[in-house]
Nanobody
């Protein structure tokens, strides 16, 4: 059974950094895309970042230059390094895995989410 488990969320001040991790189990995802979505209170879920198995990365415009996605195929894990955090980054962050990277929300596998709260 495939399972994605996020960790690393928490409450920080504006300008701080956090790194989210996503540990995947149940199968090998080395040829899949890995990514992150987020959902803020009262807002729709939105794409944050993705990385293909060839290590090509994509970002939402609002996080470009501040967030960095990476992956470790040996560990079946993805990471989201978040710098210069802003209050508007406050959301539940979801780890996702899919055969291909897409900004649409129809990724095949989803984690349970981890809360990130940024206070001003």
């Amino acid at each position: 059974q495939v399972q994605l488990v996020e960790s690393g969320g928490g409450e920080v001040q504006a300008g701080d950094s956090l790194t989210l991790s996503c540990a995947a189990s149940g199968r090998t995802f080395s040829s899949y895309a890995m990514g992150w979505f987020r959902q803020a209170p009262g807002k729709e879920r939105e794409f944050v970042a993705a990385i293909t198995w060839k290590l090509r990365s994509y970002y939402h415009d609002s996080v470009k230059g501040r967030f960095t996605i990476s992956r470790d195929n040996r560990e079946n894990t993805s990471y989201l390094q978040m710098n210069s955090l802003k209050p508007e980054d406050t959301a539940v962050y979801y780890c996702v895995v899919n055969p291909v990277a897409t900004m649409a929300g129809n990724w095949e596998y989803w984690g349970q989410g981890t809360q990130v709260t940024v206070s001003s």
